[in-house]
């Protein structure tokens, strides 16, 4: 029997998805039928944006799972309306953009490349001389998908890599800290920071006045995370102190974030428009489709959210 997918993204994105849809669904051996258009007593799964309009799950009676096309899932988790099980985006092209991007801006601030880069004045300084990996403690904050990746990657750098999630983790290399009692410890002395928790309503101002006391003096903030991870006002007061020396932030709690925001002007904040990283097509079709293979087959989905966590 034919099933019936819905897919509810902005249209722009249907141009590119659609035809690798098709061919996943093929390659997975899955009949189905793809469009913009389904009636939702008819729709058997939802590939879905939480950009998209709908926002109404109720008339989706037959629905047996909403396959989110982003790895966040704040938008959407507390729709009191969507009964039907979220299956969050895990997708290698995704994970691969992040740790592309956390190890450019790491060994950025490592490196000190901004010295050489901007203000070249002439004067040749001999005692700039970066220190080895193996000098420096990185420390991630959210040991998923996304974190445990740039952790590993980091890690082949020769960083001394710590980690903090919510349960315990055990990761080579990464020395593990979870729950509210092992955020200090992980924090203390570290040089980089970098965010990648989800957006919840516990990982809320991770990084406040107290938690941003325990870094290294002059420590760098990175956050690809979520925007409400980070207390601005805080941070704005650490970097004025020189407690933290710089942040380079991908993601606001206003976004765009707005032209008059104080990240904009200051010396050492650098602002990145929420480009991170972003699903692939190409490979998160292969994602939504051994899903799909999966709910007919009876199986659990992949990457399913927990609404109680919210991620
Ligand atoms: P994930 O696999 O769900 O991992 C989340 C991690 O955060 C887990 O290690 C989890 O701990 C930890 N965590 C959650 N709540 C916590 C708490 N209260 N205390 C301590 N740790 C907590 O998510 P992911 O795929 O890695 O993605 C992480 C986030 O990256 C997404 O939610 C999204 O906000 C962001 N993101 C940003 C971009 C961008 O372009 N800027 C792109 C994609 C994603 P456990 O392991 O114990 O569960």
């Known amino acids: 029997m034919t099933i019936n997918v819905l897919f509810a993204a902005p249209a722009k994105d249907w141009d590119e998805y659609a035809p690798l849809l098709r061919a996943a669904f093929s390659d997975h051996g899955i009949d189905a039928a793809l469009s913009l258009e389904t009636p939702p007593e008819e729709t058997d799964y939802i590939v879905y944006a939480p950009n998209s309009s709908l926002q109404d799950f109720t008339p989706f009676t037959r629905c047996k799972g909403v396959l989110n096309l982003w790895a966040g899932v704040e938008q959407i988790v507390q729709n009191p309306t969507l009964t039907q099980p979220l299956a969050r985006m895990v997708d290698d092209g995704l994970t691969q953009g992040m740790v592309e991007w956390v190890c450019g801006h790491t060994l950025r601030h490592h490196l000190g490349m901004d010295t050489h880069l901007f203000g070249q004045d002439g004067i040749w300084r001999e005692d700039t001389a970066p220190p080895l990996a193996?000098?420096?403690?990185?420390?991630?904050?959210?040991?998923?998908?996304?974190?445990?990746?740039?952790?590993?990657?980091?890690?082949?750098?020769?960083?001394?890599?710590?980690?903090?999630?919510?349960?315990?983790?055990?990761?080579?290399?990464?020395?593990?800290?979870?729950?509210?009692?092992?955020?200090?410890?992980?924090?203390?002395?570290?040089?980089?920071?970098?965010?990648?928790?989800?957006?919840?309503?516990?990982?809320?101002?991770?990084?406040?006045?107290?938690?941003?006391?325990?870094?290294?003096?002059?420590?760098?903030?990175?956050?690809?995370?979520?925007?409400?991870?980070?207390?601005?006002?805080?941070?704005?007061?650490?970097?004025?102190?020189?407690?933290?020396?710089?942040?380079?932030l991908d993601v606001f709690r206003t976004e765009p974030l707005p032209s008059d925001h104080p990240y904009w002007a200051h010396p050492n904040v650098t602002v990145t428009p929420h480009i991170a990283s972003a699903t692939r097509a190409k490979t998160a079709v292969n994602v939504i489709a051994e899903n799909i293979r999966r709910g007919e087959a009876g199986e659990p989905l992949l990457h399913l959210v927990n609404r109680d966590s919210g991620y």
């Open 134 to 248: 193996s000098d420096r403690t990185v420390c991630v904050l959210g040991l998923g998908a996304l974190g445990s990746a740039c952790a590993n990657a980091l890690r082949q750098f020769g960083f001394r890599m710590r980690g903090w999630s919510r349960t315990p983790k055990l990761l080579e290399g990464v020395t593990c800290f979870y729950g509210t009692s092992g955020l200090l410890d992980a924090l203390t002395g570290a040089d980089i920071i970098i965010l990648l928790l989800p957006n919840t309503p516990e990982t809320e101002n991770t990084l406040n006045a107290e938690t941003l006391a325990r870094p290294a003096r002059g420590a760098v903030v990175i956050n690809p995370g979520r925007g409400p991870l980070i207390d601005d006002d805080a941070l704005l007061a650490a970097l004025e102190s020189g407690q933290i020396g710089h942040a380079t």
